[in-house]
């Protein structure tokens, strides 16, 4: 029973609109397959990073500092306003990867692209508090709390996978390519939207 409410409240947190979601619509638009994918991975891996400091308690610890947790939101969104920033600009040039070396470099930054925005994630941050601190029961053992987090983190990147084959679907990018441009504007405004509405409710806080 445990793991069902752990699964269906994952599966309402994963698939609804946030950070996460904008940044693999933008990596699918502005790159390719193939960097959409490895920052799903890099998404996947940050849920793992989370699960790690929710069962070792480094969470508690983290939320309960008010300098540390203002400072992660506000680097998630300065990073997350770049990433808008960067899109708007050079929304009329989709990139084409070409070389072992770029297309190696390309990934890689996709995967750290996904790492930064889910690491620094405030919405993920509060899901895992809550899970590990009113769902699981006290007695759960540790390992049964690692596979959870292996679970959540596989799921998290298979369901970014299939919204990264969506999205690069040649069928879609043929019929939307005139608005791909326009679109990626917009994936950039909702970046910046997101990156602003955190840093304000750090002033008004």
Same mark, same amino acid.
């Given at each position: 029973?445990?793991f069902?409410?752990?699964?269906?409240?994952?599966?309402?947190? /994963?698939v609804?609109?946030?950070?996460?979601?904008?940044?693999?619509?933008r990596q699918?638009?502005?790159?390719?397959?193939?960097?959409?994918?490895?920052?799903?991975?890099?998404?996947?891996?940050?849920?793992?990073?989370?699960?790690?400091?929710?069962?070792?308690?480094?969470?508690?610890?983290? &939320?309960?500092? &008010?300098?540390?947790?203002?400072?992660?939101? *506000?680097?998630?969104a300065?990073?997350l306003?770049?990433?808008? /920033?960067?899109?708007?600009i050079?929304?009329?040039?989709?990139?084409?990867?070409?070389?072992?070396?770029?297309v190696?470099?390309?990934n890689?930054?996709?995967?750290?692209?996904?790492?930064?925005?889910?690491?620094?994630?405030?919405?993920?941050?509060?899901?895992?508090? &809550?899970?590990?601190?009113?769902?699981?029961?006290?007695? &759960?053992?540790?390992?049964?709390?690692?596979?959870?987090?292996?679970?959540?983190?596989?799921?998290?990147?298979?369901?970014?996978?299939?919204?990264?084959v969506?999205?690069?679907n040649?069928?879609?990018?043929?019929?939307?390519?005139?608005?791909?441009?326009?679109?990626?504007?917009?994936?950039?405004? /909702?970046?910046?939207?997101?990156?602003a509405?955190?840093?304000?409710?750090?002033i *008004?806080?």
């Amino acid at each position: 029973m445990e793991f069902i409410t752990i699964a269906l409240l994952h599966l309402f947190a /994963v698939v609804s609109p946030g950070p996460d979601f904008v940044l693999i619509t933008r990596q699918s638009i502005r790159y390719n397959r193939n960097v959409a994918i490895w920052s799903s991975l890099g998404v996947g891996v940050g849920i793992l990073f989370h699960s790690f400091i929710a069962i070792t308690g480094v969470v508690v610890l983290v &939320t309960s500092n &008010t300098f540390l947790f203002t400072t992660i939101k *506000i680097a998630g969104a300065i990073y997350l306003a770049y990433l808008g /920033v960067i899109s708007i600009i050079n929304s009329n040039k989709i990139k084409s990867l070409t070389g072992d070396v770029s297309v190696k470099r390309e990934n890689l930054n996709g995967f750290l692209a996904g790492l930064i925005t889910n690491v620094t994630n405030v919405k993920a941050i509060l899901f895992f508090i &809550t899970v590990f601190s009113v769902v699981v029961d006290q007695n &759960t053992d540790r390992l049964t709390l690692t596979l959870y987090g292996l679970y959540m983190s596989i799921s998290t990147f298979i369901w970014f996978a299939f919204v990264s084959v969506v999205f690069t679907n040649d069928k879609f990018t043929r019929k939307f390519s005139y608005y791909l441009p326009i679109f990626e504007k917009v994936i950039g405004a /909702v970046l910046i939207a997101i990156s602003a509405q955190i840093l304000i409710s750090q002033i *008004i806080i």
